[in-house]
């Protein structure tokens, strides 16, 4: 292409755009606001408990009776919105503790109502937090390989979900990368007189190294093996828009793409093929990572979360699940 030049000088100029910071505010393409964030809270068993994780710099385990102050925190920074992990006392091999009427997420959930009633509240529907071998779903043997019971869990995510709308979820998130999970749950919140409870599933997740961070917070680390048998690989992209396409036509209000850094493109691609609302959850590592460089001096943390989390915006993404969504909060009132 030739660039039209007068005297010597380029006619376009690009720059001119970019000289004055209230003129690239005019023209800025994607922007950033309190209302994209939602923010994630793990629920532990026990009282007076605000533990810090390790791995996980200022982002804590609640018990029920400090999540009050959390809940606080999130509605005074105008955050819209919470996504609620729990860690229950017992665990067992069908994690049953997940499906109990006054279970761990089940009572957070009516806290928080009480407390903040206008507040959004999504519930991770899995079983992993739940499991004494932290797989998400019953175990069976076929063939000498122990695995995730894929038939055997549907029924339990159904009662798990019906258990979290009757506690007053606003909005149901199953993450266990089941076939047929939106299917089953569907049918189960429609069957329970739960119909107008939207699904946001995880229907792109992806068997990620980025989950380490997470694995500490939710105490969900398993056992034996992996879960590369039920989540993607992480090289595949045409199999994630097999996924959503099926999640979609289970009945799937809306979707998600996990981790959210590494997997932009997944984004954009979901986005321009299924135009629904798409989520990214912004992992454990990605904010350990940045966490860490910060802490030493090695980046811009406001700067660095900012831009990465505009960057979600720009892949395609209408929500943003980030531990980071207190600090931005503030950043972004102070902007």
């Given at each position: ?319 943003i699940i980030t531990y980071h969504a207190l600090d931005a909060a503030r950043w972004l009132r102070e902007a």
């Amino acid at each position: 292409m030739t660039i039209p030049h007068d005297a010597g000088h380029p006619l376009h100029r690009p720059r001119r755009l970019r000289g004055h910071s209230r003129l690239r505010d005019l023209v800025r393409e994607h922007r950033l606001t309190v209302d994209d964030l939602i923010y994630p809270l793990f629920i532990y068993h026990g009282t007076n408990l605000r533990r810090e994780i390790g791995s996980m710099p200022g982002q804590y385990q609640l018990s029920l009776d400090r999540l009050g102050e959390a809940v606080a925190e999130v509605v005074e920074l105008g955050i819209p919105s919470v996504l609620l992990f729990g860690i229950p006392e017992h665990k067992d091999a069908l994690g049953s503790a997940a499906s109990q009427d006054r279970g761990i997420v089940q009572e957070a959930v009516r806290l928080i109502k009480r407390q903040a009633p206008e507040l959004l509240v999504i519930t991770d529907v899995c079983f992993c937090e739940y499991t004494d071998h932290g797989h998400c779903g019953p175990l069976t043997e076929t063939a000498g390989r122990v695995d995730v019971d894929n038939d055997a869990t549907l029924p339990l995510l159904a009662e798990q979900a019906v258990s979290h709308a009757r506690a007053g979820a606003d909005v149901i998130a199953p993450s266990g990368m089941m076939d047929g999970m939106v299917a089953a749950i569907r049918s189960g919140l429609d069957g329970a007189g739960f119909p107008g409870v939207p699904i946001l599933s995880y229907a792109a997740k992806f068997a990620s190294a980025y989950y380490g961070p997470f694995r500490e917070a939710a105490e969900s680390t398993p056992s034996f093996g992996d879960r590369r048998t039920y989540q993607m690989d992480s090289a595949n992209s045409d199999e994630a828009i097999r996924e959503v396409a099926l999640d979609l036509a289970e009945g799937a209000d809306m979707v998600m793409v996990k981790p959210a850094l590494a997997y932009m493109d997944i984004v954009r691609r979901v986005k321009d093929e299924f135009r629904v609302p798409v989520a990214v959850y912004n992992v454990s590592g990605e904010y350990a990572m940045v966490k860490a460089a910060a802490a030493n001096g090695w980046v811009d943390e406001k700067r660095i979360v900012l831009e990465t989390l505009t960057g979600f915006k720009r892949a395609g993404a209408d929500m943003i699940i980030t531990y980071h969504a207190l600090d931005a909060a503030r950043w972004l009132r102070e902007a």
